[in-house]
């Protein structure tokens, strides 16, 4: 079966710092990974995807995402982050439905 | 396009109340699934259909039922309203393409069950 596991429950950087959340996953063959981002009371926005191809991803508002398949993960990173970025993120795997990870709320001090 | 579109937006219900969620998309997309999201967890799959006519289970199939008699809508049943299914509901639908594949979400249901 598939899983994900994103360990880290909560986060906290400062403003124009960088930030890297983490993701690990299980999955059977070669898998589908994606991050979305949820604002309070939102819906889910795609951040980006990882199919196939070259390992680091880019997606939008500068956030990239790295594949590794040796240790099974898929973190999220952004060189520097802004009040905005405050929100919670999902790492997910699969390919037609997706299982999701408990997310990692992110706080951005000033 | 509209995308996905979710109804009603928020509901409440008594214990022993059933209802339905309305999904639909505009997209043409065969797949189409649903998910609750509860406080300080991830989306959880309740059921999903990869055509007209074809739904299976997913994680969390309790108590709800679906039917999908068209490709545009994917309709969730509460056959009877249980305080353990307040949640956010959200449905999705996805068509793999060229670039892999993405699921579009609607916005969500938030559904409170006294």
């Known amino acids: 079966a598939q899983s994900v596991t994103q360990p880290d429950i909560h986060i906290t950087v400062s403003e124009g710092a960088s930030l890297e959340l983490r993701c690990n996953y299980s999955?059977?063959?070669?898998?589908?990974l994606f991050w979305y981002v949820q604002s309070p009371g939102q819906g889910l926005q795609l951040l980006l995807k990882?199919?196939?191809?070259?390992?680091l991803v880019q997606g939008i508002k500068g956030f990239e995402a790295e594949f590794k398949r040796s240790q099974s993960s898929f973190n999220l990173r952004k060189p520097s982050v802004h009040w905005s970025d405050a929100a919670e993120y999902f790492c997910a795997v699969g390919y037609r439905e997706s299982t999701f990870g408990d997310g990692t709320t992110l706080t951005v001090k000033p | 396009n509209a995308g996905v579109t979710q109804t009603p937006k928020f509901q409440v219900l008594k214990t022993g109340q059933s209802m339905t969620l309305q999904c639909a998309q505009d997209m043409n997309h065969e797949y189409m699934s649903w998910y609750r999201q509860d406080p300080g967890m991830g989306l959880r799959l309740i059921h999903y259909s990869v055509g007209a006519g074809i739904t299976d289970q997913g994680e969390v199939p309790n108590g709800y039922n679906v039917s999908r008699s068209t490709t545009e809508d994917f309709p969730l049943r509460l056959l009877s309203a249980a305080p353990s299914q307040t949640s956010v509901y959200f449905c999705?639908?996805?068509?793999?393409?060229?670039?892999?594949?993405?699921?579009?979400f609607g916005p969500g249901t938030r559904l409170t069950v006294l």
């Open positions: 999705a639908s996805s068509y793999p393409g060229l670039a892999g594949i993405e699921q579009f």
């Open positions: 990882y199919f196939s191809g070259d390992t």
């Open positions: 999955y059977g063959a070669t898998p589908y």
